[in-house]
C-alpha cells in the first residue's frame, strides 16, 4: 500500500492516514493557496515502524522517488554546492497535540550548503542563523541532548557581547555558536550528520518516536486521546522567515480564540523562524501591526483567512511565513479556544448562515460548558486590591490561589491540598503537568499564541501572558514586580479578562451567563425531548439554577436546612425530647423558619416546578459529637450529661444510611413530616393571599413499597386537607416518591399506584445496587478503576448495565401503571453528559442537577436528541 503522498494527492478528509496538519497542507494546496511544496508519509508508515521498530525497505524506497521528485519540482537538489534544497520534517497526528511533539527545520543545510545558501542569498548572516537552528533542533529532536545546553550557548555569547537579543548576533558569532553546538555532540558522544539524507532519515525516525515521549502521552491522556492514533511525517521545502527585515514568521487565528469576536487576531515577528513567536523568547508584534508595515501581505493573508473558514465553516489557526515579502501558509487547522469562545463562535457562524443550529449545538463539549460559566471577581473586593502588574488576557476566568513557580512543585502543592497558580517565566510542553492543576498560568513573557495562552484556553484555566513587569526566578522561588517579592505559597488573585495580577485572596461573586450561551442554551432547550431542573436547598442555589435556564427545581434536600446553628438546636431538642408532648415546642419553632425557606423558594420559583423532598437524613447526623460538644448540648438544652449520652446511645446506628432514615423516621415520628408539610403549606397560602399560585411537588424518600408509600402519602394528605377545608381554600399538590432502592425498581408498578411523580436517587440507588457504601469506596474504588475492574465511578457517571437496567425496568413498571407518569433523576449523575445521554434513551422526563451543571445537562439532553 501507498504510504507516502505528496500534498495534491490528499484532501481534509484523510486525516486519520496523514494526520491532521497533512491533511490541511493537502486541502489547502488544493484550495489554490501559497503551500511550499511537500508530501506526507502515512499513520500507517508509523504503525508499521512501531511495530519493526526500523522503516521498511519499500518505505525507503517510496522515500527515495519523492526526493527526486520534490528536487524536480523545486529545481533544487539535496546537497547541492549552488542550489541545495531544505525541508522541514514536521510530526502530524491525526488530532492535533500543539506543541507536543517534534519537527526539525532547515534539514540538508551542511558544513558546504550553508555556504552555498550564504551566496545564493547573498546574506550570509541569514545562512549560518538557519545552520545553528538546524543543529539545535537536530540535536535535541535525534539525540535528546538538552534544548538548555543549546539555549546556554545562546545566552552566553549574548552576554559577553552585551546584546539583548538574538538578533544582534553577528555571522561570525553564529560560526562561533556552530562550533561550540557541535562541542556539545562530541561531548555526548554524537555527530552531526552531513548527509542531507542521514539527516532525513534520523528526523523522520525520531518524529515516530515522539509519539511516546512523556509529555505526549500525558496531554494524550489528559485530552482522551486514544494512544494508537500514531502520527504521520511531512516533508515540505523550506520557506524563510529569517531571511532579513522583509521577512517573518507569525500564527493568526481568523478570530479571537479568548472572546470568539470576529477579526484577524495573530502576532508574528519579522526576521524570525519557526517557534520564535510561539515559544515566548521573544515577544511578537501583534498582526494588526503588519497592516502598516507590509500591506499587501496583511490583505492577503486576511482574504485567505475568509477563504478558508468558508471552507471549513469553523475558526482556523494558520500558520504562515513571509519570505522577502512573499506569503507562504505553513499549517491550518480548527483552532484551539476557551468554552466562552466556542459558543459565540457556534452561535455566530449560525447567524452567518455559514452552519445551522443542531451543528452549532454538536460542536459543543457539554462539560465544557461549566468552565466558560466563571465566577468574576467582586467589584468591591476588586476596589480593595492595587494592581501588581498587567499582561496580555490571555483566558478569561478570575482565579486565586497560592503561587508556585515550577510545574512539579505546582502539581506537588495541588496533590497536597492547595489550591494553585502557577507563575513563570515562560511554559513550555514539559510545565504540561502543573498547568492542568492550576486555577490560573502567569507568564512574563509571550504573546497570546504563545503555549501558556494556548494551553490555558484549551483547558478552560484562566491565564496572562507576557507580564513584562514580572520576573520570576525558580531556583530562589520568588517573583518580583519593582520591589515587592512573590514567595512561594504567597496568594494571588489573576484576573483573565483584565490581565490584572493581585496579591492576596479576592472574594468572587456568582457566574452570569452571557449573551451566547443564553442563546445556545434556548436552542438546546427547543431541541431536548428532556427538562433540566436544578438541586437547591436555598435561594442562592435557586437564584444561581434560574440564571442558567432551569425549569425548576428537582430537588429540595430539607435536611440542609436544618444545619444552621439556631435551627440545629430545635433539632436536637426535637430528637432528644422523650415524648410528644417535649416534641411541640421545637416542632413549633422549625415549622416557622421552614415555612420561610419555602416561602423563599416558591416565591423566586414563580410559576416554576418545585419539588421539596422530606426529611431524609439519620437522626443522629444533628446529634453532637464530641464531649465539647455534648457538653454545651447539655447544657444548652438542660440535660444531664449522662441523660444526654443515654439517648445518644439510643439512636446510634451501626448502619445508619441502612437505618432509621427516610420514610421510615416518617413511620416513627409522624410529627416531623406532618411538620414540613404545614410549612409547606402555610408558605402557600401566604402566597395564595399574594396572588401567587403554587402546586407543591413533596417527595417521599426511600420508598420501598407501595403499602409504606400509602401510609406516607396519607399522613401527608391528611395534614393537607385539614388545613386547606380550616382555610377554605383548594390546592392542587403532587405526591411523589424518590426510586432508590432496587426493592422500589422491582415493584415500580405497584409503587406507581400511590405516586404522582417518580424521582430517581441514583446515589442511594447505586450504593444499595453495588453495595458500595458511599461514604467508604475511596477506600477501593480508586483500585478498581485503575485496575480496570469497573470503565468509571459508578456515583460520577451512572452505571448502565446494573443500575440503567433497574431504572429501565422500574420506567417500564411505573409506566405500565401510568402511561404518563414523570420520572425525573436526582442525584449527581443528573449533571453527568453521558449519564444524561442514556436517561434520554430509556424515557427519563427529566434530570435535577447542581446549577452550575444546569447547562451542561441541557446541552447534553440536546445531544441526546440530535
Ligand atoms: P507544531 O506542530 O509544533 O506546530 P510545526 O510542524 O507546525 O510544529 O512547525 C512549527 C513551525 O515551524 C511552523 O509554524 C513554521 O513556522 C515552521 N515551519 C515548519 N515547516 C516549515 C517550512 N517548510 N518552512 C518554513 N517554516 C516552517
Ligand atoms: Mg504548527
Ligand atoms: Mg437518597
Keep these: 500500500m501507498k504510504q507516502i503522498y505528496v500534498f495534491a494527492e490528499g484532501n481534509m478528509e484523510m486525516r486519520a492516514l496523514l494526520g491532521g496538519k497533512g491533511a490541511n497542507l493537502a486541502e489547502m494546496t488544493n484550495l489554490g493557496l501559497p503551500v511550499p511544496p511537500g508530501f506526507t508519509m502515512t499513520t500507517a508508515a508509523c504503525h508499521d ?25 523545486t529545481g533544487k537538489r539535496f546537497d547541492d554546492p549552488t542550489a541545495p534544497l531544505l525541508v522541514s520534517v514536521r510530526s502530524g497526528a491525526p488530532i492535533s497535540m500543539p506543541g507536543m511533539m517534534d519537527t526539525i527545520l532547515n534539514i540538508g543545510l551542511n558544513d558546504q550548503t550553508v555556504q552555498a545558501l550564504a551566496t545564493l542569498t547573498a546574506d550570509t548572516r541569514f545562512a549560518y542563523d538557519s545552520y545553528r537552528r538546524l543543529l539545535a533542533m537536530f540535536g535535541n529532536v535525534v539525540y535528546g541532548l538538552s534544548e538548555s545546553a543549546f539555549d546556554d550557548v545562546l545566552t552566553a555569547i549574548k552576554q559577553e557581547k552585551g546584546y539583548t537579543s538574538d538578533l544582534a548576533l553577528t555571522t561570525d558569532d553564529l560560526k562561533r555558536i556552530i562550533q561550540a553546538f557541535k562541542q556539545l555532540y562530541t561531548d555526548a558522544g554524537k555527530s552531526f550528520p552531513q548527509s542531507p539524507k542521514a539527516q532525513i532519515l534520523a528526523a523522520i525516525v525520531a518524529v515516530f518516536e515522539s509519539w511516546n515521549n512523556r509529555r505526549a502521552v500525558i496531554y494524550r491522556r489528559e485530552n482522551h486521546i486514544p494512544e494508537d492514533l500514531g502520527t504521520a511525517v511531512n516533508v515540505q521545502t523550506m520557506v524563510f522567515g529569517n531571511a532579513g527585515e522583509d521577512s517573518g514568521t507569525g500564527v493568526a487565528f481568523t478570530r479571537d480564540p479568548a472572546t470568539g469576536k470576529r477579526a484577524l487576531f495573530g502576532e508574528y515577528l519579522l526576521n524570525a523562524q519557526g517557534e520564535d513567536v510561539v515559544s515566548g523568547v521573544r515577544t511578537p508584534q501583534p498582526v494588526a501591526v503588519l497592516h502598516e508595515q507590509m500591506p499587501e501581505v496583511y490583505d492577503q493573508l486576511a482574504a485567505i483567512a475568509t477563504t478558508l473558514e468558508q471552507h471549513y465553516r469553523d475558526m482556523q489557526d494558520l500558520e504562515f511565513t513571509i519570505e522577502h515579502g512573499e506569503l507562504y501558509l505553513l499549517q491550518a487547522r480548527n483552532g484551539k479556544r476557551t468554552p466562552a469562545a466556542a459558543v459565540k463562535i457556534a452561535v455566530d457562524l449560525v447567524n452567518e448562515g455559514l452552519i445551522d443550529r443542531q451543528e452549532a449545538l454538536m460542536r459543543i463539549e457539554p462539560k465544557s460548558l461549566s468552565d466558560m460559566l466563571h465566577p468574576e471577581f467582586d467589584p468591591q473586593a476588586l476596589a480593595a486590591h492595587d494592581v501588581l502588574a498587567t499582561g496580555l488576557p490571555a483566558s478569561p476566568g478570575a482565579a486565586t490561589g497560592e503561587v508556585y513557580f515550577t510545574a512539579a512543585e505546582a502539581k506537588a502543592a495541588h496533590e497536597a491540598g492547595h489550591q494553585v497558580i502557577l507563575m513563570r517565566q515562560d511554559t513550555s510542553p514539559e510545565d504540561i503537568e502543573g498547568m492542568i492543576v492550576s486555577q490560573a498560568i502567569v507568564t512574563a513573557r509571550g504573546g497570546m499564541t504563545s503555549h501558556a495562552a494556548v494551553v490555558a484556553r484549551g483547558m478552560g484555566a484562566t491565564g496572562v501572558v507576557g507580564m513584562h513587569a514580572l520576573s520570576v526566578d525558580e531556583h530562589a522561588k520568588t517573583a518580583t514586580v519593582g520591589d515587592i517579592v512573590l514567595h512561594e505559597g504567597d496568594w494571588v488573585s489573576v484576573d483573565g479578562t483584565t490581565g490584572h495580577l493581585y496579591r492576596g485572596r479576592i472574594t468572587t461573586t456568582a457566574a452570569m451567563v452571557k449573551e451566547s450561551l443564553a442563546t445556545l442554551l434556548d436552542w438546546a432547550k427547543a431541541a431536548s425531548r428532556m427538562g433540566v431542573y436544578t438541586n437547591a436547598d436555598t435561594p442562592k442555589d435557586l437564584q444561581q439554577a434560574l440564571a442558567f435556564g432551569a425549569d425548576g427545581i428537582g430537588l429540595t434536600r430539607t435536611e440542609h436546612m436544618f444545619f444552621q446553628p439556631e435551627r440545629l438546636l430545635q433539632m436536637r431538642r426535637l430528637i432528644l425530647a422523650k415524648d410528644a408532648e417535649g416534641r411541640k415546642a421545637p416542632l413549633a419553632a422549625l415549622e416557622k423558619m421552614q415555612e420561610q425557606d419555602f416561602y423563599d423558594l416558591y416565591r423566586l420559583a414563580t410559576g416554576k416546578s418545585v419539588t421539596i423532598r422530606l426529611l431524609d437524613p439519620p437522626l443522629h447526623e444533628f446529634l453532637p459529637h464530641d464531649l465539647r460538644e455534648i457538653n454545651e448540648v447539655a447544657n444548652e438544652l438542660g440535660l444531664e450529661q449522662n441523660q444526654l449520652r443515654e439517648r445518644m446511645a439510643a439512636l446510634k446506628e451501626v448502619n445508619p444510611m441502612l437505618g432509621h432514615r427516610g420514610d ?18 402555610h408558605a402557600v397560602f401566604r402566597l395564595a393571599d399574594e396572588g401567587v399560585t403554587v402546586t407543591p411537588h413533596i417527595m417521599i424518600p426511600l420508598t420501598n413499597s407501595e403499602t409504606e408509600l400509602r401510609w406516607v402519602r396519607r399522613l401527608v394528605s391528611n395534614e393537607i386537607e385539614q388545613m386547606t377545608s380550616a382555610k377554605g381554600i383548594q390546592v392542587t399538590y403532587e405526591v411523589g416518591t424518590m426510586i432508590e432502592t432496587p426493592r422500589a425498581c422491582v415493584t415500580a408498578d405497584a409503587i406507581a399506584n400511590a405516586a404522582d411523580f417518580f424521582s430517581f436517587g441514583t446515589n442511594d440507588l447505586t450504593q444499595l445496587t453495588f453495595g458500595y457504601s458511599r ?29 440503567g437496567t433497574l431504572m429501565k425496568m422500574a420506567i ?23 449519564s444524561v445521554a442514556f436517561f434520554d434513551s430509556i424515557g427519563v422526563s427529566y434530570v435535577s442537577c447542581s446549577p452550575y451543571r444546569v447547562p451542561v445537562a441541557r446541552l447534553a439532553a440536546a445531544q441526546a436528541t440530535l
Design 49 to 73: 515502524y512501531q511495530q519493526q521498530h526500523a522503516l521498511s525497505d519499500t518505505l525507503l524506497a517510496e522515500l527515495d522517488e519523492h526526493l527526486q521528485a520534490l528536487e524536480q519540482a
Design 664 to 681: 421510615r423516621l416518617a413511620v416513627t415520628f409522624p410529627d416531623i413530616y406532618a411538620m414540613q408539610v404545614r410549612a409547606m403549606m
Design 775 to 803: 461514604d467508604d469506596v475511596g477506600s477501593f474504588l480508586p483500585a478498581y478503576l485503575e485496575k480496570k475492574i469497573l470503565p468509571a465511578d459508578p456515583f460520577q457517571t451512572v452505571d448502565t448495565e446494573g443500575v
Design 812 to 834: 417500564d413498571k411505573g409506566r405500565a401503571t401510568k402511561s404518563q407518569l414523570p420520572i425525573g433523576v436526582c442525584g449527581e449523575v443528573g449533571g453527568d453528559p453521558d
